[in-house]
């Protein structure tokens, strides 16, 4: 354990790549051809708001089919909502579009649907594969590792599961999205490079059992999966909304090794708290950093190594929204129960826009944001790009910045900017803003 | 043949005017350099030392000098200046020296040498024209002192040129074609009296190009030593008389009002304010004397007293304009802001407050042994982290020994330290109290700390075996 996030350099096998080289698929059994043609290439074509206007971008990765109505299970960084434009490449080479239809972050999975009425029209086939039970993986049982590669075609790689349960702190992915607060990951020595993420690790007779998802840069041979058994979970409740809604209270957990003296705890008993979010639910109810969470709802925690800290937080995240939780606490030698009103998990990505006539593009300041940064509201956005040469770059601003008003009006919504912009290009004229530059306020104008 | 002739009575002209100086100032230049010393002290951190240098001007028969602001890290802890030292120049042996403090208003450091040297200095003042102070304008000519380095014995060097522009920065300051003086050296005028003081360098930057590397991108140099920008004799005279009384300078008049900004000129003219200047107020601190007279964040200064803020060239000057009118106050007294806000026009009476204690004046203590120092939490902390001033609770970690214990724990500078073995430390003694009873226990195992860093804490395990 150690307190603050450490910080890993891990590369999101995403990949803009282009071409493509024929290869004939090995048969060993029915199972893993079934599944060779189950793989899929995926193109996306996706917004991009980093440079000051609304652009477009390509990338590559790859993807499972999981059922005969074309349901096709990747990463959330392959295929996010920003995506326009999606098209999958089946295993007899023929593209067909697809749509996203659920898609979660967290655990970096995302759910697409081929369109059937092509399928139908062109007569195309394809088969899909299915779940193998990534609980009952053991460190050094081979598995394969399916995908494409920088773009090549439908590549199969050999290695063995090296471990089966890797823990990482949250982190973010290039979008700012965090990911594996929920899950930890099944690791491999099976070659996986930029392009493989979202295509399935699998086992000798062609079971799905993990979504090949990542890998140290610089590494050899460090790759990482999603275990099947948190996927299923996703896919199923992605089928149903679309999104997975959680729960939250807000809390940072830490594991308890070697603490266990301190606080006086038998080993294996106990989570502590290392950190609680200000305004947070646990926060409200009193919850405190350096408390030991021993039971939630009367049933015992054991966070004494990292590896079990996913569980934990999952049992909380799969509680209805807005339900009471007991935490039963430890502090110094109290122990008292609290009650804590979950409330929903949020992104701290706030929504995006871009404003072409100035050349500005921005991203919300969300509820998450404002509280990791001690803000005491939510008004204004972050400054995501700017054009050279256009208004916004004129007038200094860029990117980091935060612009808290428009005209004098506070910026509480999105809505407020895009109203001055479609004002502004109906009738150019000086607009002013309030922007933050490391906690100093200027006031500017964007002026044609 | 005519133009032989006008030309041999300008060359004559030009050689009359060289000999008229040449025969005066080297006379002169014996007295004045009687009113410069250069001064040398050491600061001291938890493990090391540093020796800095700096050049002062005498300013009254008891041998009081003044040394300009940058002479001295604002940030640092008189308790950890010593060993001030004065050298006359083209001495080798200096005479001990004590550390009077600094002037929040002009940014001066006080210090004040022996008697026996005082004895062979002569003030600054002695060279105050009669008849006033002289103003440089225009093409007039200076001259100025230079001091070498220790190694060369602090040798003073003469300087001189002419000045080519003087401006509100936003005090009177002339700047010469070229270094005229060094950074706190006295400048004369051809008569010899007092002209000013050198300030630090204006526009002297100079790329310098590797001779190695021919590809390289060059590196920006600044001029240190010598400067050609002059605070001119009439900001300097009226302020000599500002000898802190403590070491901390206090008391310190106080507003509250956190990153000023001078407005953008668009911005002004946008809000009906093009003939002047303005000065946007970020954030107006927690009980503080602005957030007492009703100043709010996004407010816009534009008069002080009544009086509306001068235009400056560059525009960010004015914010030294605001600042340079509170600091010459003391507390208790009142200040009158106009402020716009939104479309109103708001009057604000701000009674000035006495500056909470800085970092610099902050309780600290180091544990070799744990490798951390520890400093009162302060008022500036709780801004920095913006939570409420009103608990002072805890201690901030200001220190930080490489492959200590604390280090091994992952402890980093700036770390606010909330807790230890897990009991709330509301005080600093309380803070040391425990660290101290750690640092002496040799059978202890370890100790722990609740740490926070940004709007994070984490628990850190310190093993001391």
Known sequence: MGGFLPFYIIVFLALLWLGSVKSSAASMSRGFTELLNSVVRIDVRQVNYEGGSKRFDGSIGSGVILTPDGLILTNAHVVSPKAVEVTVTLSNLENVSAKLVGWDHWTDLALLKIDMDEVKRRNLTFTHAGFGNSGKLFAGQTVYAVGTPFGLTRTVTRGIVSNISQYFDAERNEDGYETGLFNTWLQTDAAINPGNSGGPLVTEDGKVVGITTRGYTGANNLGFAIPSNTAKEVVAELLKSGSIIRSTVGIVPGALQDLEDFYALALNTGMLVNSVYPQSPASLAGVKAGDILLELNHNKVDGRFPEQIPTILNTIAKLPVGSQLTMTIKRGTKIIDIPVFTEVLESSVGEEGAFDKWGLTVRKISRVYAREHGRSDQNGVIVLGVQPGFPADSAGISSGDIISAINRIPISSLEVIVHAHANYTLKPEATLLEVEKDRHVSFVILKP | ?465
Request: a negative charge; aromatic letters at 8%.
């Open chain 2, 1 to 465: 043949m005519k133009f032989k002739i006008w030309i041999g009575f300008f060359l004559t002209c030009l050689a009359l005017k060289s000999v008229a100086l040449s025969a005066s100032l080297p006379a002169m230049w014996e007295e004045r350099i009687k009113s410069v010393v250069a001064v040398d002290y050491i600061t001291e951190t938890e493990e090391e030392r540093h020796v800095s240098t700096a050049y002062g001007v005498v300013i009254d028969t008891e041998g009081t000098i003044i040394l300009p602001s940058a002479a001295i890290d604002v940030r640092v802890d008189p308790k950890r200046l010593h060993r001030f030292k004065a050298y006359s120049p083209g001495e080798a042996v200096g005479s001990d020296a004590t550390y009077l403090g600094q002037d929040s208003y002009t940014g001066w450091h006080f210090v004040k040498v022996s008697k026996a040297m005082a004895s062979h200095l002569v003030p600054i003042t002695k060279w105050i024209a009669p008849s006033g102070t002289p103003t440089l304008g225009l093409a007039d000519f200076a001259w100025g002192i230079g001091l070498r380095n220790k190694e060369e014995d602090f040798i003073p060097y003469l300087l001189q040129s002419h000045i080519s522009i003087v401006e509100s920065l936003p005090q009177q300051t002339a700047i010469a074609q070229q270094e005229v003086a060094g950074p706190g050296l006295p400048v004369f005028t051809k008569e010899g009296y007092f002209a000013g003081l050198a300030a630090s360098s204006f526009a002297q930057t100079y790329l310098e190009f590797s001779k190695t590397d021919h590809a390289g991108a060059p590196v920006m140099l600044v001029d240190v030593e010598e400067s050609s920008a002059i605070l001119v004799s009439s900001e300097v005279i009226p302020m000599l008389g500002r000898r802190p009384s403590n070491v901390n300078g206090r008391p310190l008049a106080w507003l509250g009002a956190y990153g000023l900004q001078s407005l953008d000129r668009e911005a002004a003219t946008f809000l009906g304010q093009a003939n002047q200047s303005s000065v946007v107020v970020s954030e107006v601190l927690e009980d503080s004397p602005a957030e007492k007279a009703g100043m709010k964040a996004h407010d816009i200064i534009i008069a002080v007293d009544s009086i509306a803020l001068p235009r400056f060239r560059p525009d960010r000057v004015v914010t030294d304009f605001v600042e340079r009118n509170v600091l010459i106050h003391k507390p208790g007294d009142v200040v009158q802001f106009t402020v716009l806000r939104g479309s109103n026009r708001v009057e604000l009476k701000v009674t000035l407050g006495d500056e909470p204690k800085l970092i610099r004046e902050a309780e600290r203590k180091y544990f070799d042994r744990l490798g951390l120092t520890v400093r009162e939490f302060v008022y500036a902390d709780a801004v920095q982290r913006r939570t409420s001033v009103k608990v002072h609770t805890g201690v901030v970690v200001s220190y930080v020994k490489s492959n200590s214990p604390v280090d091994g724990a992952g402890l980093a500078e700036n770390d606010w330290i909330k807790e230890i073995d897990g009991m709330p430390v509301d005080t600093f003694t309380e803070a040391t109290s425990k660290l101290s009873a750690a640092e002496s226990d040799t059978h202890r195992k370890e100790f722990v700390l609740l740490v926070s860093r940004g709007t994070q804490t984490a628990v850190l395990r310190v093993k001391l075996r």
